[in-house]
């Protein structure tokens, strides 16, 4: 298994309320990412890292920031959220190339 | 807009029949295609093609791209209800590494 760490592994949380989910690695990999998975859309890019202070927005960023201040961390904020944003979140690595391993997932339900 | 389609969206099959999985793409600047099983929990890669014509196998799974035609199927003979699972491909787009598009997925029932 790739060594990715995501937390928390679920939560519920209410609406408006700001939400930090972590992504720890210990692979030394440049590149992180946070997908979000939902029924009829499938996997899609929120935001992506490829190195310590460089992001950039992925296809769904609206609503979402990111930071990463070391190498082995990458955070994901929802400021305020709302229930459009209850999904499975997944964090994700690569090294040198397009094969991306994943983190187990965050359950969030925002109710 | 990269686009990714797998067909079809769902199968059922009993143990031992072999099936076909479906990947089409339009993707800018194609440079691969990965293919990923998902349980009930994180995608596991299973394969990257990034050349037409040559087969990828792995046990009783195996892969093959065909960039003329823009597609690339995934075969798995012998099913084993262990190979119940949703199937996704997926297509990096622009020059960033690891930007995937992902297809709908295919859910896959083996049922024994």
């Known amino acids: 298994d790739a060594g990715i760490t995501q937390s928390p592994r679920h939560k519920v949380t209410e609406t408006g309320t700001p939400v930090t989910l972590r992504c720890h690695q210990t692979?030394?990999?440049?590149?992180m990412y946070w997908y979000r998975q939902d029924p009829g859309h499938g996997l899609r890019l929120i935001h992506y890292?490829?190195?310590?202070?460089?992001?950039d927005k992925g296809e769904v960023s609206d609503g979402y920031s990111v930071s990463r201040s070391k190498t082995e961390d990458f955070l994901l904020t929802l400021e305020s959220a709302t229930s459009s944003q209850t999904s499975v979140y997944f964090c994700?690595?690569?090294?040198?190339?397009?094969?991306?391993?994943f983190g187990e997932g965050s359950w969030l339900t925002v109710v | 807009e990269d686009k990714v389609v797998q067909s079809p969206l769902s199968l059922v099959v009993h143990e031992g029949d072999t099936v076909t999985l479906n990947c089409s793409y339009e993707?800018?600047?194609?440079?691969?295609l990965l293919w990923y099983k998902q349980e009930k929990k994180a995608p596991t890669f299973l394969f990257m093609l990034?050349?037409?014509?040559i087969e990828k196998k792995s046990g009783r799974l195996s892969s093959i791209l065909d960039k003329k035609e823009l597609f690339s199927i995934l075969n798995i003979t012998a099913t084993q209800t262990g190979d119940s699972a949703v199937y996704l491909c997926?297509?990096?787009?622009?020059?960033?590494?690891?930007?995937?598009?992902f297809g709908q997925g295919t859910i896959l029932t083996v049922h024994p």
């Open positions: 994700a690595i690569s090294g040198m190339g397009d094969t991306i391993y």
């Open positions: 692979e030394n990999h440049r590149y």
């Open positions: 890292s490829y190195g310590v202070k460089d992001t």
């Open positions: 993707v800018t600047n194609f440079r691969s």
């Open positions: 990034t050349s037409s014509g």
């Open positions: 997926a297509a990096p787009g622009g020059t960033s590494y690891g930007k995937l598009t």
